[in-house]
């Protein structure tokens, strides 16, 4: 391990007369970053199972461009920027293999754009290392290949910021500005509302700076990104403010929450903490958790040291803001929510690690790279030992959901076709029938609307296992299919036949 740590730092070691041109040192630098990001790619292809099934969220964005399943009602805080994302796959192929595969591939290459963009700021050593902490986190792994939006946001994060940096310090390189504009856009199309938090010190900067052009960019990249989510909410919604007032309701209600303990909770593998109750995960699962922003703080004296404190402190202020939401100000938790946070402080805790294994003088400190490299190889034990229990139970309940769609296949609920009760969205998008809910935040229909369209198509109501049917499903005939109940309309079979 000390070996490999000593081969992914080599590119922090300063080039001296001697070692090439700087295009040779760039390309140099370019293959080792392009390396790790080749590296998670694989690692997301053979540690989370390309043929494991779409989760709930997942389900609902997918729904929306493939011709496999009606599209599932899109509540108020979704954004459609991830089916725009899976759309090139999903609208012809109902492969979750195929999707997962474009999706791990996509995911390495956008690290690998976002984290070049920074090379004018910090060493390609600084970066790789920057990358495989970031990459090697659980939650980013397990994420990358999902149809899911908080990895993209992350991604554009670093691009906007490090975009940013660079329009400081070369005013006319029009690649940056459009960079910085593309990075805002997509942080907006798939959670306009993270785009806001993740942008606001970089609005602050270039108004301080008064960097008109900087400014112009990042502003047009929000609008363009968001204008999908702000048009939509005045057709679908009630307009913006009843849009934002929905979306608050259904996340608990916006305001002062201190779920710091939650997002502790979240890191042993919790998919969705809510309500996030139980004891804390064991201490070596979450001491990464701790160490991460330490590194990242020491990187900013380092740089405060060094008179080249801009980019950490831009890193850390965007990090700030991005966690700032999801840390004080929503009731529940999920790992995935401060994923832009992490990528921000990767950078700014590699370097100050990179500093601590390397003397003055440029010479490597052995014992430094032997104790980092003993605590990075624990570390990555426990991040794979909980994605390993993550993938696992994700899967086993999967497994279960496509149980569910044969069972009701077999009992004629055929499409089209209609399911409503516990579970019904992710199911429904299993069965390849529309979903349907009378009450909480997926609410798109009533109780005489389904009892209706069960006199034309197959309809089942599901309910767990000892639940009470909803009252226009009592008199039809259960089934039970492991933890659920499954009441089928008799005209299911009436009209599909066996």
Known sequence: MADSTHAILAGTRRAGPGSGSARARRVRGDVLVAAVAAAFT???????????????????????????APAAYFSAPRARGVSLLVAPVASWSSSTTLLRVYLAALSGLALYLALRVWRHAFRSGVLALAGALFASLWVTLFYGPQAMPNYWVAIGALACAGCCLRVRTARRDLTALWGLAGGAALMALMRPMDAVWVVLPLLGLTLLERSWKPLAALLAGLVAGSAEWVIEAYVAYGGLFQRLSDGSAIQGGLGWHFAVADQLRSLGGRALCRPCTGAQPNPAVTAWWYVL??????????????????????????????????????????????????????????????????????????????????????????????????????????????????????????????????????????????????????????????????????????????????????????????????????????????
Do not use: K
């Open 293 to 498: 922003p330490l590194l990242a703080l020491l990187g900013l004296a380092l740089a405060v040291r060094a008179r080249r404190s801009p980019p950490t402190l831009v890193a850390l202020a965007c990090a700030a803001t991005a966690a700032f939401p999801y840390l004080f100000m929503i009731g529940y938790a999920a790992p995935r929510f401060l994923l832009p946070a992490y990528a921000l402080l990767a950078i700014p805790a590699a370097d100050a690690l990179v500093h601590l294994l390397r003397a003055p003088d440029g010479r490597w400190r052995p014992l430094a790279v032997s104790l980092a490299a003993v605590g990075l190889a624990g570390h990555l034990a426990v991040q794979y030992a909980v994605l390993a229990h993550t993938v696992h139970r994700t899967t086993v309940d999967r497994r279960a959901w496509s149980g569910t769609a044969a069972t009701l296949h077999r009992l004629g609920v055929r499409p089209p076709c209609l399911l409503t009760g516990e579970e019904a969205i992710p199911i429904a998008f299993y069965t390849g029938c529309g979903s349907a809910a009378t009450s909480g935040p997926n609410t798109n229909s009533t109780p005489a609307a389904i009892d209706q369209a069960a006199r034309r198509l197959p309809v089942a109501a599901l309910t767990t296992a000892d639940g009470t049917p909803p009252a226009y499903a009592r008199t039809w005939p259960s089934h039970r299919f492991g933890d659920l109940r499954l009441y089928v309309a008799p005209q299911a079979r009436d009209t599909t036949g066996p």
């Open 42 to 68: 694989l690692a997301q292809l053979l540690l989370v199972r390309p043929g494991m099934g779409l989760g709930w969220d997942e389900s609902i964005y997918v729904s929306q461009v493939s011709g496999h």
